[in-house]
Each structure stands twice: as structure tokens, then as C-alpha cells.
């Protein structure tokens, strides 16, 4: 398998995608943070697969001592939890325009002064923040760029809807895992948590000293215009879970039978096509038979409650359609 070839086209089509959110309101998103928060995404994921930093930055084709750095920067904050001290810095400085150098460490007292300048230096050489003054009268301040962005992520029903999606597919969670999954601002997430679980959406559980939050069902209705981004998250979750369980799995191979796996079908026809409406119509058989399975599962397990002792089993299913008109030999170049 051509490990490489096959991750340099996904991250090209992943960020197809990520340009593609981030115009599609209309409105600038920030990207600032993106790359970093790729990079450091990708290292806990290689490290839960076992492998070592040394491995690791050989990866990254980085010095062991330069990855240190990096990770380091980009680690939790100890002052902003559920936030990188790299995200947390700028998103403090956005926030408080021309704020002093010495006011920016005593607001980070709690995590390391060295990595706290290193994170400020980064940001200043990357751009994003600008310097005036010196000494004890040094000033950093930052183009807003994030304020249409946290317009969209503090409205209360679009972050609940993200969180319901991230809770139903890895809860129970604890508050800084959640933060992982749905990145925001720590009040704001707090919030949403209190009002999903005082309306009985989302459960609270204690574990080992420690508070877990849960979704046991979540449903986006067609048409909620509200819960188009935790849609989309939903998508494309059940399609990299799909994907990675299977390579996980050893399998290198499909066959019909599979409970694990996905399929791609693609329709050649044209406008007028005799199938034309069966082809087009595809998606919106197989949600409709998706519904009627989840009706027809819920009937039964409401009169006919899971045997104790039974393993739980949960089946995600993803379909996706998309629809291109193409020149073809018939049409005037």
C-alpha cells in the first residue's frame, strides 16, 4: 500500500473541504490556528497508536529537541482550559486590544514563562500579533480576525447541536475532551453543557471523582437550518470512522457481506435520461429506508427492553450524494 501517495490526496481533498466551510456563509472564517491544530491532533493520535516522540518527529521530519518546542507551545493551556497556550494567547490578545507584554504574563502566570514567550514570538513572526513600545511598555495587539467567527460559534443552538453530535458519537466525556472535539471558548462550552443537560438532552454522570457528560440520542431534522454545521461534522465523522475502523480492522479488501466499510457508486447518464429520476433519487431512498429501520428499532426496543448482560452495538451508516453536470462529446465546447 502507497501509504504516502494515499495521505498527500486525502489532506488535498480535506482541504477542499476546510476552504470550502470557511467561505460558505458568506464570511471569512479564521484559519489561523488550523495548521497547528493539525499538527498537534496528528501527534496524540500517533502517540495513542503507540509510538514514541523520537518516531514522531522523524515523521515530521523535525530534530527531536525542535519537536519538543513545538509540542510544547502547543500543548493545554494551564491558565485557559480547553485550549492550546498557542490559541489561548492570541485569542486573549484579540480580545484585549494593545495589551501589555507584562499583563499578558501575569494573565499566563500559571503556565511556563519560557514557552509563554516562545508562543508570543511565534505569533509575532507568523503576523498575527504586532509589537510596539519596548520594555516594560511593549504592546501587542492583534487584527480582529476572529470576531464574525465567534459571532457564529457563540450562537447558543449551532454550538448545542455540535455538541450533541460529539457527545452521541464519544461520550461520556469530561469537559476537557469535549473541548477537543468542539473547540470554543471554555465559558461558552460550559454554558451550552448546562443548558443541554438542564433540558434533559444531555446526561451528567460522576466517575472516578470525575464529571462525564452524555447524549444518548441526537437527531438533526431536515430543514433545521440551525444544525447545518453539526450536520456536516456528522458526515464526515461517520465516513472517517467507517474508514479507519476498517483499516484498523487489517482488512485491505471489501466483500459484499461486510458489516464494516463504505461503497462508492457513480451514475453516468444525462438530462432525460430514462432512469434519470431513480438515479436522482438514490439519496432520498436510502433515507427513507434508514428511517424506517431506526422507526421500526426504536418500536422494538421500547416494548422489548436490551437482555442484562447483552453487548451494546452501534452501527453508524453514511450516504452521500453529489450531482455535476459535465460537457460531454454532445455539447459546444
Known sequence: MNAALLIHAIVRQTTVLIAALATA?????????????????LVRELQEQGLGNKVIADM?????????????????????????????????????????????????????EATLRSVVLDLVESGLVCVSGSD???????????????????????????????????????????????????????????QLTSGGFVSEVQRAGERLYGCETCVIDFGDEVGWEAA?????QAMVV????????????????????GSTFVFDAWQG?????????????MREQGMKLRAALEDHNAKSPMPSGA?????????????????????DA
Open 273 to 285: 435520461h430514462p432512469l434519470q429520476a431513480e438515479i436522482l433519487g438514490y439519496l432520498k431512498s
Open 232 to 236: 456536516v461534522f456528522d458526515h464526515y
Open 136 to 194: 516594560d511598555a511593549t504592546r501587542l495587539s492583534a487584527d480582529d480576525l476572529s470576531a464574525v467567527a465567534d459571532d457564529h460559534a457563540g450562537e447558543a443552538g449551532r454550538l448545542e447541536a455540535m455538541l450533541l453530535v460529539a457527545l452521541h458519537r464519544h461520550g461520556p466525556l469530561a469537559l476537557p475532551a469535549i473541548a477537543q472535539l468542539v473547540p470554543c471558548d471554555a465559558a461558552q462550552l460550559e454554558s451550552a453543557l448546562m
Open 25 to 41: 456563509s458568506g464570511q471569512r472564517a479564521q484559519l489561523a490556528s488550523v495548521a497547528n491544530l493539525v499538527f498537534g491532533d
Open 311 to 331: 453487548t451494546p452495538l452501534r452501527v453508524t451508516a453514511y450516504v452521500g450524494q453529489s450531482v455535476t453536470e459535465m460537457e460531454g462529446e454532445g455539447q
Open 60 to 112: 515530521f521530519g523535525m530534530a527531536l529537541r525542535t519537536f519538543h518546542r513545538k509540542l510544547a507551545r502547543l500543548s493545554g493551556s494551564r491558565t485557559v482550559v480547553g485550549h492550546s497556550l498557542w490559541e489561548a494567547v492570541l485569542l486573549h490578545i484579540q480580545q484585549h486590544e494593545g495589551i501589555l507584554r507584562s499583563e499578558l504574563l501575569r494573565r499566563f502566570a500559571r503556565d511556563d
Open 242 to 261: 467507517a474508514l479507519t475502523t476498517k483499516l484498523r480492522s487489517g482488512a485491505r479488501r471489501a466483500h459484499l457481506a461486510d458489516s464494516i466499510g
